[in-house]
């Protein structure tokens, strides 16, 4: 007996979803300050927070909405840029309004999946590289005195690529009129959640 295109689409969405849940704990992740402690700890890190995690997993969702070459230019943009602000939060470079930054994020990658935005390319690229910057600069801070940074730096932005893959893994199910729907959907879910984590930095 052959598996629809659509059922195997949506076992794949389902298997993603329950990994993140898996994965993820209710704390914000840049407010562990001080925990972060090589690769292993700098791969967790980034699960670790709901603000991190759908503002990555977005701009998987983002990219497949957006299609080729959007689909491989802004999971690269990000964590490249993200690097860059992983660099200056290590030499203690401050960002103004970093944890105001990765709220906004979310809410704004958020209402991009909702209303399947098409800006240019360039601007959606800018878009997320700012958006990296701040998350880098987050996940930067995070290095305890006397650790390595390359090796924590080097797990958070393998673990960013991760999310990033299952936002387009979620993506894929775009396809189908009914999963470009619930991706909609998804994308005002995590617009809210964005809008809560701005004003709880705002606050």
Known sequence: MKTSSSSI?????????VTILFFTSPAEAHIQRGAAAGFTTGFCHPW???????????VGVW??????PAIWLLPV?????MSLGGF?????????????????????LGLMVA???????????????????YHGHAHGTELPPNESGLTYSIGFVVATGC??????????????????????VAGVVIALAGACFTWKAIA
């Open 163 to 184: 999310l990033h893959g299952v936002g387009i893994t979620l993506g894929l199910v775009h396809r189908w009129k009914a999963g470009a729907i619930a991706l909609r």
């Open 115 to 133: 209303s399947e935005a098409r800006p240019p390319l360039w601007v959606a690229v800018f878009m997320v590289g700012i958006f990296g910057l």
């Open 88 to 108: 200056l939060g290590l030499i203690g470079c401050p960002l103004p309004g970093t944890e105001v930054g990765i709220g906004f994020s979310a809410l704004s």
């Open 63 to 68: 990219g497949v909405q957006l299609g080729p």
């Open 48 to 58: 670790s927070g709901w603000d991190h995690i759908l503002a990555m997993v977005a």
């Open 77 to 81: 943009t990000f964590p490249v840029i």
């Open 9 to 17: 689409g949506w076992r794949v969405t389902a298997t993603v979803i």
